[in-house]
T-cell receptor, first 112, second 113 residues
C-alpha cells in the first residue's frame, strides 16, 4: 500500500462547477499538507499548504485536512478551463526532514 | 525575484553514459531538493541539500549523487545511465526555516536510449 493514495482520474467537469479533489494517507506523522498544480511537461506549482488539521481558503481554492480520517481535500469553486491540469497532493513530517511524499496526481479537465 | 531555473531543458543520452543536471534556487532559499518524475506518476524524492550538505536521501542508488554550492545552486549527477532513468528531473528550493514549502523549477526531461 502506498503512503499517499490519490485517484488518477481523469475527472471531467463543466465550467463553473465545484471541483473536489482528495487524497488519503497512512502515516499519522504527516504534519504539513500541500497541493500542487502541474501543467503538461512543466514543474509543479505550489497552490496551498496547511499545517495539521483545519481549513484554509485562498480565492477560489479551499484546502481541508482531517487528520482523524487521514484525508485531505482541495475544492475549486467556479472552475475555469485554465484550471485543467494535474493536481498533486504532497505531505511531510518533521521526523523525516520534511521529505515530501506525493500522490500520483489527479488529472482534471474543465469543459467550456 | 527570479524563480527556480533548471538546465538543460531536454537531454538525450545513451545507456551507460553519465549526465549532470543543474539548478539555480530562488533568491533567499538555502535548501534544494531533487525529484524524479516518471510519466503519469508523482515525483519521487532523490535527495535534499541544506547549506551544502546532504540532508536526506530517498531510495535511489549511489550512482545518483549531488552537490550544492555556496550560492545554493545545485547539481544532480547520474552515472551509468539506465533506460529506467528516463524521466522528468525536478529541482525544488525552500526558503530558510521552511523546507516544507517547496518551489519547483520547470524540470529537465532526460531520455536514455
Amino acid at each position: 500500500q502506498k503512503e499517499v493514495e490519490q485517484d488518477p482520474g481523469p475527472l471531467s467537469v463543466p465550467e463553473g462547477a465545484i471541483v473536489s479533489l482528495n487524497c488519503t494517507y497512512s502515516n499519522s506523522a504527516f504534519q504539513y499538507f500541500m497541493w500542487y498544480r502541474q501543467y503538461s511537461r512543466k514543474g509543479p506549482e505550489l497552490l496551498m499548504y496547511t499545517y495539521s488539521s483545519g481549513n484554509k481558503e485562498d480565492g477560489r481554492f479551499t484546502a481541508q485536512v482531517d487528520k482523524s480520517s487521514k484525508y485531505i481535500s482541495l475544492f475549486i469553486r467556479d472552475s475555469q478551463p485554465s484550471d485543467s491540469a494535474t493536481y498533486l497532493c504532497a505531505m511531510s513530517a518533521r521526523d523525516s526532514n520534511y521529505q515530501l511524499i506525493w500522490g500520483a496526481g489527479t488529472k482534471l479537465i474543465i469543459k467550456p | 525575484e527570479t524563480g527556480v531555473t533548471q538546465s538543460p531543458t531536454h537531454l538525450i543520452k545513451t545507456r551507460g553514459q553519465q549526465v549532470t543536471l543543474r539548478c539555480s534556487s530562488q533568491s533567499g532559499h538555502n535548501t534544494v531538493s531533487w525529484y524524479q518524475q516518471a510519466l503519469g506518476q508523482g515525483p519521487q524524492f532523490i535527495f535534499q541539500y541544506y547549506r551544502e550538505e546532504e540532508n536526506g536521501r530517498g531510495n535511489f542508488p549511489p550512482r545518483f549523487s549531488g552537490l550544492q554550492f555556496p550560492n545554493y545552486s545545485s547539481e544532480l549527477n547520474v552515472n551509468a545511465l539506465e533506460l529506467d532513468d528516463s524521466a522528468l528531473y525536478l529541482c525544488a528550493s525552500s526558503p530558510a526555516g521552511g523546507p516544507f514549502e517547496q518551489y519547483f523549477g520547470p524540470g529537465t526531461r532526460l531520455t536514455v536510449t
